[in-house]
Nanobody, 125 residues
């Protein structure tokens, strides 16, 4: 079983930035797929980005301009840099990991069985 832990959430004003981190263990981030999702109150879970075992990173169209993911092999983490934040980005952000995920379903939450507890991001206007 892969252990997943998120960090870096908080409160910012519109236009601000936050950097989230997702650390995984005991597997190397190079050997598993790791993804970020978010869920706002009353809304469905939404995919943000994911790192594939091939090294490629996929993004949801809704965030690819403002959000950037980066793989940190030294710390076994997937970071999520979020810029130009908007109130509609307010949500609980979750990280998930899975040993093998096909590229075609990389951003599908059903592809993942190992989830963190989430970190809250709140953007005020």
């Amino acid at each position: 079983q892969v252990q997943v832990k998120e960090s870096g959430g908080g409160s910012v004003q519109t236009g601000g930035s936050l950097r989230l981190s997702c650390s995984v263990s005991p597997n190397s981030i190079d050997d598993i797929s790791v993804a970020w999702f978010r869920q706002a109150p009353g809304k469905e879970r939404e995919a943000i980005t994911a790192s594939h075992t091939s090294g490629r990173i996929g993004y949801a169209d809704s965030v690819k301009v403002r959000f950037t993911a980066s793989r940190d092999l030294a710390n076994n983490s997937l970071h999520l840099q979020m810029n130009s934040l908007k109130p509609e980005d307010t949500a609980m952000y979750y990280c998930a990991a899975e040993r093998w995920v096909a590229w075609s379903v990389l951003l599908d939450s059903d592809s993942y069985t190992n989830w963190g507890h989430g970190t809250q991001v709140t953007v005020s206007s």
